[in-house]
C-alpha cells in the first residue's frame, strides 16, 4: 500500500511538472485549435446553448483569442474547470488559458506563477440573500450560514470582512456555482457570496429573481481577467492584446457590422494600424496581419460581447459601471496600438 | 546446519547467480531491490526538475502562514487569523471524528445485519439481504450525495421554526431537525460537577468488578446473584445521589432560534451526518457479510452441541458461535475501517472539512502548494491506516485460538 501512494503522489508530481513550455503560440498553431479554460457553467458568461456550443462573456475572449491566432473563432476546446482546480489545470499546460471570472491578485501573479494579460470585468463582491429574510444590509448578517466556492478569493475576503466587523457566520464550502445555487435555494445556507457579477447571473437564472436581493455592500476589489502560464511572454502578449484590441475596438467605433468596410483602410491610421491596413503589428506578435480584425469579427467589440451576453437587455442586466471605457467614466483603458 | 565444509564443494562461478537454485532467489531480490530504487530515485529526480522547471521548490513554510479562510465545524479553536497547520489540525481532528463514529456504527449495523441475515424468519432474513445488496452495490460517493441531500431537501430551514404560524417544531422543544443540521441540548458544567462525572465513572468500574465478582460466586459456590438490577442500580443511584447532593452543577441548554440559526446547543452538521451515516450503512452492508461469514463458518455441530446443552439460542450465538466467529471476522474487519477511513476523504463532496478539504482542499488551493500538501494527505492517510491496523491486529492476537 505504502508504494502504490507513493506512486500516486508522483504521477501527481508528473502531472503537474509537463513544462510551461515557451512555445504555446506554436503550439496552438500546430494544433490548429485553442484550449481553453472556462467556469464549469454560469449563465453569461460560459454556458452551453441549446446547440452544446458554449456561449458566454469568458467564452468570447477564447474564441477572439483563436480567431487571431488560427483565423477561426470556433477553433477552441473548451475545458470546465472548477474553482479548486483551475491553476492546476493551466500550470500543468492542459489549457492554454484561462477565461472564468478570475480575479488578477498578487499571491496568484507572483507565487502561482500565472500571468494575468489584463481585465475584461472590473468586479467586487457582494451578497445575495432572499428578499424574505428582510436583511438590507450585508452588516445585519451576524451568525448567518454562508455559502461560498471554495478555493475562491471570496472566502478569504468573506473571513476578513466579517471579523473586521465583529461579526460571526458559518460557511458552507461548496465547488461548482451550480450547487451553490441548489444549496442556497433550499435555504441550507441564508446567503450566497461571491463577485457580484456572478451573482446578477446566478439570480437571473432562478424561477423568481424578485424573491431574492443583492445588498448594496461591495467589500472587495476583484479585476476578473484571462490568464496564462508565467514564462511565456510571446504567448501572454498574443492574449494581452487580443483583449486590448477588443476594447480599442470600442473605443474607436469598430463594430462587427462596420469592420469589412473599415478595413479596406480609413483615413485614422490607428484603426489601419489595428485592422492591418497598415504597420504589421501582426507580424511583431507573430499571428496574421489581419488578427485583430478576425478578433474582433468573431463576436464584435468589448461593447457588443458585454451587451450581447450580460448587458442591461440581457436577463443578467448588468449596468456598463466601471467596465464602460475611460472618455465614459469607466476603467477599460487600452494602450495605444503603435 | 553442519559446520563441515563440503571438500568437493565447485568453484564459484558468475552464471550460478541465474543458474543455481541456491542463488537464483537473492540474485532476482537484489535486482528488484535496485530497479525499485532506481525507478523511485528517477520519480523523485524528475519530480523535482519539473517543480524546478515551474519555478517552484518544495518548502512547507506556508505551514506556518495565515490561512484565511473560516472552518465551519472546529473541535479546537480556529480563527481565519491562525495558521495553515492549525487549519490543517482541525481538518485532521474533523477526518478522526468522522472515521471513529462511523467505524462503531458501522460495526453496530453489521453485526446486527449479519445476525439477522441468518434468522429462520424469512421476511427478516430477506430484508437484511435486500439491505446488504443494495447499499453494498452503488459507490459511497452516491450514498453520500443521496443522504446529504434528502437531508437537505426534505428538512425545514431553520427559518420555517419562526414566527406565529411556523411551518416546523423542535421535538421536545430539545431537538432542531434542519437542513443545516441537528441541533441538541448542550451540557453545561457548572463548578462540582467534577464529583459527579467522578462518581459516575467509578460506578461502572464498579459494575465490571461486580460481574467478575458474579462469576466467581458461580464458579466458586454455585450460588447466583442477580447482576442486571444490582449493575442498574450501581449505574444510576450513587451518580444520582452526588448530583443532587452537590446541588444539580450539570444542567442542559437548549437550542433557541436565534436570529438566522439556532443558537445555545450543539449543532450537528448536516454535511457530518451525511458522511457518517453514508460511510456507516455503505461499510455496515459489507461487515454484515463478514459477520455472516464468520458465523458460518462455525461447524453447525456447535450450535446443536449448545442446544443439546440446554442453552437458548441467543446464549449460543452470544457465548458459543460469535467467540469463534470473531477469528474469522477481525480480518477483513480490519481492511472495512480502514476503507471507511480512507472513503470518508469523499467528504469534499459534501463541503465537510475534513484533512483533505482543509489541507488537501482550501489550503492546496490558496497557497498554490498541490505537491506539498498532497504529500502531507498521504503521510496522514498512511499513518492513520498503519495506526489502525496496528490495534486491531493486536486485538485480532488477543482473541485468536490460542495453540497450546
Ligand atoms: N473571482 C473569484 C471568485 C471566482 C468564482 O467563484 N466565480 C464563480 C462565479 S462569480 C464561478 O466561476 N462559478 C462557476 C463555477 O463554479 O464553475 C476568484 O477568482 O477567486
Known amino acids: 500500500m505504502k508504494k502504490t501512494v507513493f506512486l500516486g503522489a508522483l504521477a501527481i508530481a508528473g502531472v503537474a511538472g509537463v513544462m510551461a513550455s515557451a512555445q504555446t503560440l506554436d503550439d496552438v498553431k500546430a494544433r490548429g485549435a485553442l484550449n481553453c479554460g472556462i467556469s464549469t457553467g454560469l449563465v453569461g458568461f460560459a454556458s452551453q446553448d441549446a446547440n452544446g456550443e458554449w456561449q458566454g462573456f469568458d467564452v468570447a475572449v477564447c474564441r477572439a483569442v483563436a480567431a487571431a491566432v488560427l483565423g477561426d473563432a470556433s477553433a477552441v476546446d473548451f475545458t470546465p474547470t472548477t474553482n479548486q482546480v483551475r491553476f492546476e489545470v493551466l500550470n500543468s499546460g492542459e489549457i492554454d488559458m484561462l477565461a472564468r471570472n478570475t480575479t488578477w491578485t498578487f499571491s496568484r501573479d507572483v507565487d502561482l506563477k500565472l500571468e494575468f494579460a489584463g481585465v475584461n470585468y472590473y468586479d467586487g463582491q457582494g451578497f445575495m440573500v432572499p428578499a424574505a429574510l428582510g436583511v438590507t444590509s450585508a452588516k445585519e448578517l451576524d451568525g448567518a450560514t454562508v455559502c461560498i466556492q471554495a478555493g475562491t478569493t471570496t472566502e478569504l475576503n468573506l473571513a476578513d470582512f466579517f471579523r473586521i466587523n465583529n461579526m460571526s457566520y458559518q460557511p458552507v464550502p461548496i465547488s461548482t456555482a451550480s450547487e451553490a445555487q441548489q444549496q442556497y435555494l433550499a435555504g441550507s445556507c441564508d446567503v450566497y457570496t461571491t463577485d457580484a457579477s456572478g451573482l446578477a447571473a446566478t439570480r437571473a437564472a432562478f424561477e423568481d429573481p424578485s424573491g431574492h436581493i443583492i445588498l448594496p455592500e461591495i467589500i472587495s476589489k476583484e479585476p476578473l481577467g484571462p490568464l496564462v502560464r508565467h514564462g511565456d511572454n510571446e504567448w501572454g502578449d498574443v492574449v494581452r492584446w487580443t483583449l486590448n484590441a477588443l476594447i480599442a475596438a470600442e473605443e474607436l467605433g469598430v463594430t462587427s457590422a462596420n469592420i469589412e468596410e473599415l478595413a479596406a483602410g480609413t483615413d485614422n491610421p490607428e484603426i489601419n494600424r489595428l485592422l492591418g491596413s497598415e504597420g504589421s503589428l501582426g507580424e511583431m506578435l507573430g499571428v496574421s496581419a489581419d488578427w485583430a480584425k478576425n478578433a474582433i469579427a468573431a463576436n464584435g467589440n468589448y461593447g457588443e460581447i458585454f451587451e450581447r451576453y450580460i448587458g442591461q437587455n440581457t436577463p443578467i442586466g448588468l449596468a456598463r459601471g466601471l467596465n464602460a471605457q475611460w472618455t465614459e467614466g469607466g476603467l477599460l483603458y487600452a494602450p495605444p496600438f503603435r | ?404
Request: glycine content about 8%; aromatic content about 12%; charged content about 10%.
Open chain 2, 1 to 404: 546446519m553442519s559446520t563441515m565444509s563440503d571438500p568437493t564443494q565447485p568453484v564459484f562461478r558468475l552464471s550460478m547467480l541465474v543458474n543455481d537454485t541456491r542463488y537464483r532467489g537473492i540474485t532476482f531480490q537484489i535486482i528488484a531491490f535496485f530497479a525499485i530504487v532506481f525507478l523511485f530515485g528517477w520519480m523523485a529526480w524528475n519530480a523535482t526538475q519539473n517543480l524546478a522547471a515551474l519555478g517552484q521548490n518544495i518548502s512547507y513554510g506556508f505551514l506556518g502562514e495565515g490561512a484565511g479562510y473560516d472552518i465551519n465545524q472546529k473541535l479546537i479553536p480556529y480563527a481565519s487569523t491562525d495558521t495553515h497547520l492549525r487549519a490543517a489540525f482541525v481538518g485532521i481532528l474533523n477526518t478522526l471524528l468522522v472515521a471513529f463514529l462511523g467505524c462503531i456504527t458501522a460495526t453496530i449495523i453489521g453485526v446486527t445485519v449479519g445476525v439477522l441475515r441468518l434468522s429462520n424468519n424469512w421476511l427478516v432474513a430477506k430484508l437484511m439481504s435486500g439491505y446488504v445488496e443494495i447499499f453494498r452495490n452503488v459507490p459511497v460517493l452516491i450514498w453520500i450525495l443521496i443522504i446529504f441531500s434528502v437531508m437537505s431537501n426534505a428538512l425545514p430551514a431553520p427559518s420555517a421554526f419562526r414566527g406565529e404560524n411556523a411551518t416546523a417544531s423542535m421535538v421536545m422543544d430539545a431537538f432542531a431537525f434542519t437542513n443545516r443540521g441537528v441541533y441538541i441540548p448542550r451540557p453545561v458544567w457548572e463548578p462540582g460537577s467534577w464529583m459527579v462525572v467522578t462518581v459516575f465513572f467509578l460506578s461502572i468500574v464498579g459494575i465490571f468488578a461486580l460481574r467478575r465478582y458474579a462469576v466467581k460466586l458461580l464458579f466458586d459456590t454455585g450460588r447466583e446473584i442477580p447482576v442486571l438490577k444490582l449493575s442498574l442500580a450501581i449505574f444510576f443511584v450513587p451518580t444520582l445521589l452526588v448530583y443532587f447532593l452537590t446541588g444539580m452543577p450539570i444542567s442542559l441548554a437548549y437550542p433557541s432560534l436565534q436570529g438566522f440559526n439556532f443558537q445555545g446547543g450543539i449543532q450537528i452538521f448536516g454535511s457530518l451526518i451525511g458522511l457518517w451515516f453514508a460511510l456507516a450503512l455503505y461499510t455496515g452492508a459489507f461487515i454484515a457479510e463478514n459477520v455472516r461469514g464468520g458465523i458460518m463458518s462455525v461447524s453447525k455441530g456447535q450450535t446443536e452441541a449448545a442446544a443439546a446443552l440446554g442453552m437458548r439460542p441467543g446464549r449460543i450465538m452470544r457465548l458459543v458461535i460469535l467467540p469463534q466467529a470473531l477469528r474469522v471476522i477481525i480480518p477483513p474487519l480490519i481492511s472495512q475501517y480502514l476503507n471507511l477511513t480512507k472513503n470518508s476523504s469523499l467528504a469534499a463532496a459534501v463541503g465537510y472539512m475534513d484533512i483533505t478539504g482543509t489541507l488537501g482542499g482550501i489550503t492546496l488551493n490558496q497557497t498554490g502548494r498541490s505537491f506539498e500538501a498532497i504529500l502531507l494527505l498521504m503521510l496522514f492517510y498512511l499513518i492513520i491506516s498503519l495506526s489502525i491496523a496496528g490495534v486491531m491486529n493486536i486485538y485480532n492476537n488477543a482473541i485468536k485460538l490460542k495453540e497450546r
